[in-house]
């Protein structure tokens, strides 16, 4: 059994997810597409072009309107793949745009004009994949994810301060709990 929101897999006697509270689809039965991952902001015209690339290769996207701009929005399994792969062909992309609309991308500027959010480039791993760089947004994200361990072990090293300053009684045995508690999480956490 699977689960068709987060893909995991269940036992066969097992009818919901845990995690999602859905029922669960035959470990064989397709699974619905999820679109929910940011491919990228576009120049509406290139978006239309990514768009039809996209629905032509059958792979499930959206695409919201921002501002000026496109948010083309696809299912997470895709999204690396189709991202390296417009790094690799944008240039190709955009001179296929008929002249006026090619020129209205172009004057944006830019490693990728019309692309608004790309990668900062791409590479090639050890398995021969094409890999691409995250953007700002997700290294920003990740970063803020590593500031939470540090902060654990530093709160856990002020408590236990406070109870070595603290001559004795209950404070002083509550200070060495919780520091020894917050420097345990502090250093199980990711960083």
């Known amino acids: 059994m699977r689960c068709p929101v987060c893909h995991d897999e269940y036992e066969p006697d097992v009818v919901r997810c845990v995690d999602c509270d859905v029922p669960l689809l035959a470990a064989d039965a397709p699974l619905p597409a999820r679109v929910d991952a940011l491919l990228g902001t576009f120049h509406p015209v290139v978006a239309e072009r990514i768009l039809a690339l996209v629905a032509h290769r059958g792979i499930a996207a959206d695409a919201v309107p921002a501002d000026g701009r496109v948010e083309v929005i696809v299912d997470r399994e895709w999204r690396d793949d189709l991202r390296a792969e417009l790094v690799v062909g944008w ?17 944006l500027g830019g490693p990728q004009p019309g692309w608004h959010d790309p990668p900062r ?23 803020a994810s590593r500031v939470v361990g540090p902060a654990l072990l530093a709160i856990g090293a002020v408590l236990l301060l406070f109870a070595w300053y603290e001559g004795g009684g209950s404070s002083r045995a509550i200070a060495v709990v919780l520091g020894l508690g917050s420097i345990g999480l502090g250093l199980f956490v990711p960083r």
Not at 121 to 127: C, L, N, S, T
């Open 91 to 107: 240039a190709d992309l955009v001179a296929r745009l008929p002249d006026e609309e090619r020129r209205d991308v172009v004057v």
């Open 121 to 143: 480039g791409a590479w090639i791993d050890r398995q021969g994949r094409l890999q691409v760089d995250p953007t700002d947004d997700e290294v920003e994200e990740a970063d």
